[in-house]
């Protein structure tokens, strides 16, 4: 089992940054695929980024050039840096682990970004 909790979000203005952290512990994290994923309202939850046990890193078209995945073994924790943020990203943030390119085995509980003026 893992459990996961994310921290960061909050109100941006469009153009601003934030940085969303999601803390891991229970299990080993570091044999984990970590990913980002967002659900707007009224939409469908969306894989954002990924990060493998490796490091390599892939990301959504809509985030890429803006967004950065990373990760810290040693601090059992996944970063998602986000700039130059647009209204449309105004959703639920979610981190998840698993073990593939869309890691969906374990689920955070949520942190919500808002991009407005």
């Known amino acids: 089992q893992v459990q996961l909790v994310e921290s960061g979000g909050g109100l941006v203005q469009p153009g601003g940054s934030l940085r969303l952290s999601c803390a891991a512990s229970?299990?080993?994290?570091?044999?984990?695929?970590m990913g980002w994923y967002r659900q707007a309202p009224g939409k469908q939850r969306e894989l954002v980024a990924t990060i493998t046990t490796g490091g390599s890193t892939k990301y959504a078209d809509s985030v890429k050039g803006r967004f950065t995945i990373s990760r810290d073994n040693a601090k059992n924790t996944v970063y998602l840096q986000m700039n130059s943020l647009k209204p449309d990203g105004t959703a639920a943030y979610y981190c998840a682990s698993g073990t593939s390119w869309t890691p969906r085995d374990f689920w955070g509980q949520g942190t919500q970004v808002t991009v407005s003026s």
């Open positions: 229970g299990s080993i994290f570091s044999i984990y695929a």
